[in-house]
């Protein structure tokens, strides 16, 4: 994957620019309430979405009701963007959102069938990096790692050091493979040993960031 981007940045930087272009000027901005259903899981798979503000999370729930969240995404963030005809997780708002909403066969028509290919396969190479490392994390990682690792993805994303949360414990729980009641434990642990410090349930601060990168590690 480094090799691509090194290989072809300028062209992969004014493709996702033209595409940028495309949404800006054709998508419709579509409002969300928190909790809200963006779309569900296994609906087909023929818009692009893409966050303006707030933030949204995909899951999938298995046929006991119990739930994985596949990811959160965030304003600039891309989403919903399926090599294949469905919806493999279902996406709701995190909390009151804006959401710039554009059919596949609009930026098609315009002149972006190009563009919209080359935006899957970067998406689907983003996708599946985060899988892995998601992977990792779920196989083979302490709870404590898991936290932490959460925590220093979410400030890398946010590229901040404190940091606001729109998720809830319960959705941490369900991203990480733990229970509520082990999350809530590492995240009092972390704030403990003076490696985070939250400020309400709902944003935190680094307070050491080699501490946090070596259990993140």
Excluded: W
Aim: proline letters at 2%.
């Amino acid at each position: 994957m480094s090799i691509s981007y090194a290989i072809e940045p300028r062209s992969s930087h004014v493709a996702a620019s033209a595409t940028g272009d495309l949404l800006d000027r054709m998508g419709v901005r579509m409002a969300f309430a928190k909790d809200e259903e963006v779309y569900g899981q296994d609906e087909d798979a023929d818009l692009i979405y893409r966050v303006v503000s707030g933030a949204v999370r995909t899951s999938r729930v298995m046929s006991d009701g119990r739930r994985q969240i596949g990811d959160f995404y965030y304003p600039g963030d891309l989403f919903g963007l399926e090599p294949g005809p469905e919806h493999r997780f279902s996406a709701e708002a995190l909390c009151d959102c804006v959401i710039l909403v554009l059919k596949r066969t609009a930026l098609k028509a315009a002149g972006g069938e190009a563009e919209l290919a080359n935006l899957i396969m970067d998406a689907t190479m983003r996708e599946l990096q985060r899988t892995q490392e998601h992977l990792l994390l779920l196989g083979r990682k302490t709870a404590c790692e898991k936290v932490a690792t959460f925590l220093s993805e979410l400030a890398d994303r946010r590229d901040a050091d404190t940091v606001d949360m729109p998720m809830c414990r319960q959705d941490m729980a369900d991203y990480l493979g733990l229970t509520i009641e082990t999350v809530s434990r590492m995240l009092s642990q972390l704030q403990g040993a003076s490696i985070v410090e939250f400020q309400g349930c709902r944003q935190f601060r680094i307070r050491n960031h080699d501490a946090l990168a070596r259990l993140a590690a």
